[in-house]
């Protein structure tokens, strides 16, 4: 069955930066558009970058700090996170879906904890 693992959070300084990293297994991963979300405490999860075929698309309050990648052969999609403010700090989660009328995959999410 489809899993994803995220790793890569953690406790960083405004200003810095961190990458996240999602290994899938169990489906066939280049033929799957992926993703990243997040959710703060008391908030709805929420869009953050995805990656399809040929498409990326990313979040207005990400734009320009975060980027994300695809290594098919590696079944691996990273997001590397630049300029971290507090207000990204939430859980980040990994997802995987084959088309808008397929199934959402998700990962177990990674904490990413920006403060000072």
């Known amino acids: 069955q489809v899993q994803l693992a995220e790793s890569g959070g953690g406790l960083v300084q405004p200003g810095e930066s961190l990458t996240l990293s999602c290994a899938g297994t169990?489906?066939?991963?280049?033929?799957?558009?992926m993703g990243w979300y997040r959710q703060a405490p008391g908030k709805e999860r929420e869009f953050v970058a995805s990656?399809?075929?040929?498409?990326?698309y990313y979040a207005d309050p990400v734009k320009g700090r975060f980027t994300i990648s695809r290594d098919d052969p590696k079944n691996t999609v990273r997001l590397q996170m630049n300029s971290l403010v507090p207000e990204d700090t939430a859980l980040y989660y990994c997802?995987?879906?084959?088309?808008?009328?397929?199934?959402?995959?998700w990962g177990q999410g990674t904490q990413v904890t920006v403060s000072s």
């Open positions: 169990g489906f066939s991963f280049s033929t799957y558009a």
């Open positions: 990656i399809g075929y040929s498409t990326i």
């Open positions: 997802s995987a879906r084959q088309s808008t009328s397929s199934p959402q995959y």
